[in-house]
Each structure stands twice: as C-alpha cells, then as structure tokens.
C-alpha cells in the first residue's frame, strides 16, 4: 500500500518517486477537491506531497493522519527540482516520521510537532 499521495501539482514522471510507496493524485483522485484528498490520505494513513499551501495550513489545526510534505520552492525547472528534491529527499522521510508538517524550501527544511 502507498505511504505518499502525490498532490496534481507535482510532477507525474519524476523518478525518486517511482515506487509502490507514492502514488500520484491523477491515478486515483484526478479531478478531487482538497477535502476528498485530505480524506482519502487520512483514511489510507498516508503523507500527502504538495505545494498547495492549504494542506500545509490545514494539518497546522489537525492530528495525523494524514501528514503533509510542503514543497515550496518556487518555479523551477524539472532539472533543478530533481536537484533539490534527491539531495534532501531521506533527510525528509525521517523528518516526517517525527513530524506533522515538513516544509522544503530552497536553502532549508522545516518541521513542526
């Protein structure tokens, strides 16, 4: 079963997370409102990867499941996005075992209880 539920405005194609453990929203949610993803994420147990600040807003008030990964870099291209994302990706997954919300940010990571 899927730990990560890849929010639309993420890259499809994007080989760290070509793995039974994520599973992209067009493959199951494709056209869903905030609410049914935040739902199905929290019934599956699952962390949901987004750059949709209102995930990130949302689990500020709330328990989880589920937890949220907040990629905010800004507009990159793919190339540099893959940079950033690899270098850090296991230093994330360990964070978000501890902690409700992780925010990627381009120079940084943060966390909250």
Same mark, same amino acid.
């Given at each position: 079963?899927?730990?990560?539920? @890849?929010?639309?405005?993420?890259?499809?194609?994007?080989?760290?997370?070509?793995?039974? *453990?994520?599973?992209?929203? !067009?493959? &199951? %949610?494709?056209?869903?409102?905030?609410?049914? @993803?935040?739902?199905?994420?929290?019934?599956?147990?699952?962390?949901?990867?987004?750059? *949709?600040?209102?995930?990130? !807003?949302? &689990? %500020?008030?709330?328990?989880?499941?589920?937890?949220?990964?907040?990629?905010?870099?800004?507009?990159?291209?793919?190339?540099?996005?893959?940079?950033?994302?690899?270098?850090?990706?296991?230093?994330?997954?360990?964070?978000?075992?501890?902690?409700?919300?992780?925010?990627?940010?381009?120079?940084?990571?943060?966390?909250?209880?």
């Amino acid at each position: 079963m899927p730990k990560y539920l @890849i929010d639309v405005n993420l890259p499809y194609f994007f080989s760290l997370w070509n793995t039974q *453990d994520y599973i992209h929203q !067009n493959d &199951i %949610l494709n056209t869903a409102p905030d609410t049914q @993803i935040w739902k199905y994420a929290k019934d599956k147990g699952m962390t949901i990867i987004s750059k *949709d600040a209102d995930f990130s !807003n949302r &689990i %500020l008030l709330a328990q989880p499941p589920p937890r949220v990964i907040h990629v905010k870099i800004g507009n990159t291209s793919l190339k540099e996005f893959h940079s950033i994302i690899s270098a850090i990706w296991p230093t994330v997954l360990d964070m978000n075992e501890k902690y409700k919300l992780v925010t990627i940010l381009k120079d940084k990571i943060e966390a909250i209880e």
